[in-house]
């Protein structure tokens, strides 16, 4: 990958604090490293009305496209960005739910980037099986910066790719998490009250 036409891919909802948490990291990115690319994916889009013209202008917002579609874009994309909320009002949510939008990523089989705070469910996990890059500062700059870095370095791509991979296998197959489910099921059936006639 030239590191002149490194391309970052986002696609999922920019409602709520994903807007203008890559708005900043676009404009931000235009600042530090110009030839960064950006290509997101989504609607509810919350960023402001002068950086949604840009966007659309500069071909970096594509609005909301087929899975199918974003996943040819994942294939042309070097890394694929996971943002997560680092207001104490979002704290809840970020710390309780886990993102299909991960889940999605994988099935992309490209390196993943994570920036969101400490606490919340994706870093945790990419923490675990170091499957993902991790930002857990909330300064645009600083995020620009760990990418500009990854842009230069192919076999920390590569060991994320590989990472992520395994965690997708030994913990998110679909087929186990089916298999989780039905044994849950079980047990909840097992654990009911039998009724005396």
């Known amino acids: 990958v030239d590191p002149a036409h490194f391309t970052v891919l986002f696609g999922g909802s920019l409602g709520e ?7 900043s990291l676009v404009l931000t990115a235009l600042q530090k490293n110009p030839d960064l690319r950006f290509r997101i994916f989504g609607s509810l889009q919350t960023w402001s009305r002068d950086f949604d ?3 659309k202008e ?4 594509l609005g909301s496209v087929p899975f199918e579609e974003l996943n040819k874009n994942a294939e042309k994309s070097d890394l694929l960005l996971l943002p997560m909320g680092f ?14 939008k991960f889940l999605d990523y994988l099935s992309f089989k490209k390196p993943i980037l994570v920036w969101g705070p400490e606490y919340c469910s994706a870093v945790r996990v990419a923490r675990e099986f170091d499957s993902a890059e991790i930002v857990t500062d909330p300064s645009p700059r600083a ?8 842009s230069f370095d192919c076999s920390r791509r590569k060991q994320l790719s590989n990472n992520a991979m395994k965690m997708y296998h030994d ?20 654990k009911r009250p039998q009724h005396v006639s």
């Open 171 to 190: 913990r998110f197959h679909p087929a186990k998490i089916h298999q989780v489910l039905l044994n849950q099921m079980s047990e909840l059936i097992s």
């Open 17 to 23: 604090w994903y807007g203008p948490m890559l708005e």
């Open 58 to 61: 500069h071909g970096i917002y």
């Open 53 to 55: 013209v840009f966007a």
């Open 87 to 100: 207001h104490p009002e979002t704290a809840h949510v970020e710390q309780t739910s886990f993102k299909t």
């Open 143 to 150: 995020c620009i910066e760990v990418i500009n870095k990854l």
